[in-house]
């Protein structure tokens, strides 16, 4: 970035660093990736964010809006400017038990708001592993869903209004009752309209889950809410500054049921013959994953539990009951699946099965292994591996297309200790 453009950026008085330190904090998620940012910006409202992203493209610097970095594919990382929306953006307001719904800020975490909720009956329904840092603008942005998808979904089904900073600037309400965005809305509908036969026959009838690409499929149900094209754009089409979303009952009882496997093949066919139950949740954790938790004081108990040392498996299914739950897992049991089964009914014996499958991505992530890659491209032998699709929402023309790092490789231990300094 040349002194001009951080003199534009910075004249917007929205806090924004382009030291060293902060660079390289920002140029890795939960990604194999690692691109160094010209700059960090950490917006306190939607005013100082549509005015750092107008400074932005004027200046003809990329932008990539970032929550927690918990995406798995690169999505919160760019050479431009990071626009972060998880420091200063975590309030939640406007909550109507009566028409079941809360406004969030983009930054407020899943388990800060589950635990906002909780005291009220309610929830919010999707549950993704990585609760405990996940914010709710990179939920809508992803369109996670999480282990309870069957019952709930994915984020998109629970949006009902969004407040959008645009590529250039403007501030946006978009939901089925605002009526902003008219052209864009008609241009989409045409569109999506055109191509509705395609889409029929190439996406079931049924299918909840689908990455990638845009809701197009959800918008041609309901053509009027822009939120579901939104929704699951990757930060894309605008930056997501705050939301309105439904919450949920919490679930009046639950339970739990384990079937420990010699081998994942057997794990996966097995989950075939449990659907007719109608579970809430099947979870798979394998041997890989387990074994990071060998001599963790943390996950002892949840091995005790588990018989992992006494009875060792390949895999394990995790198989959760809202509804008729004694009944329910007193079937499960009759099929005889697998090596062996087990039942649980106890909340604090059913957090620690969960513990470990929510700190899945942590566990494996903490293996020793190699440097993230960091450029745009991967190259061996004069061939090329590997090419990534840089994802920001804003590319000016001019701005530089060649992905670029010139920071220097840190170990896996260091980047760890970084990535946990940037959360305080």
């Known amino acids: 970035m040349t002194p001009a453009q951080e003199r534009k950026i910075r004249q917007t008085g929205c806090d924004v660093r382009f030291d060293n330190l902060t660079r390289q904090l920002y140029a890795t998620d939960a990604s194999i990736y690692q691109i160094e940012p010209s700059g960090v910006a950490f917006p306190k409202d939607a005013q100082q964010a549509s005015a750092i992203i107008r400074a932005a493209a004027d200046a003809g610097v990329s932008v990539t809006p970032r929550g927690a970095g918990t995406s798995l594919v690169g999505n919160a990382i760019g050479e431009g400017l990071i626009v972060e929306f998880s420091r200063y953006n975590r309030q939640i307001t406007d909550l109507d038990i009566e028409k079941r719904s809360a406004r969030v800020g983009a930054g407020v975490v899943l388990d800060q708001l589950n635990d906002f909720l909780k005291p009220h009956g309610f929830c919010f329904g999707p549950d993704v592993a990585t609760s405990s840092r996940a914010t709710l603008g990179g939920m809508i942005a992803n369109n996670s869903s999480g282990a309870r998808c069957p019952v709930y979904g994915t984020t998109a089904d629970h949006v009902l209004s969004l407040q959008t900073v645009m590529a250039d600037g403007r501030i946006e309400k978009i939901g089925p009752v605002h009526e902003s965005l008219a052209t864009e809305r008609a241009r989409i509908e045409n569109l999506v ?53 439904k919450i949920l009952p919490l679930p009046s009882e639950k339970g739990l049921g384990l079937i420990f ?61 809202y509804d008729d739950v004694a009944e329910q897992l007193s079937i499960l049991q009759s099929r005889r699946i697998g090596l062996r089964t087990k039942t649980l009914t106890e909340p604090a014996q059913m957090n620690l099965v969960w513990s470990v499958r929510k700190s899945g991505l942590s566990l494996l992530t903490g293996c020793i292994g190699a440097a993230k890659i960091d450029h745009g491209t991967a190259w061996a032998g004069g061939q090329l591996l590997w090419s990534r699709r840089q994802r920001t929402f804003a590319r000016p023309a001019g701005a530089r297309s060649t992905q670029r790092n010139r920071s220097k490789k840190v170990s896996a231990s260091r980047r760890s200790n970084l990535r946990a300094g940037a959360s305080i």
């Open 193 to 245: 309209r055109a191509r509705s036969a395609e889409m029929a026959e190439r996406w079931p009838p049924g299918l909840i889950k689908r990455w990638p690409g845009y809701g197009i499929e959800r918008f041609l149900r309901a053509p009027n809410d822009l939120t579901n094209i939104f929704a699951g754009s990757e930060g894309t089409l605008a930056a997501i500054f705050s939301a309105e979303l």
């Open 261 to 321: 496997f010699p081998s994942v093949d057997e794990a996966m066919q097995a989950t075939v013959q449990l659907l007719d139950l109608k579970p809430a949740a099947i979870e798979h954790i394998d041997r890989p994953l387990l074994d990071q938790t060998k001599g963790q004081l943390h996950f002892r108990a949840a091995r005790d539990l588990l018989e992992l040392d006494t009875q060792p498996c390949e895999s394990i299914l995790i198989v959760e009951f």
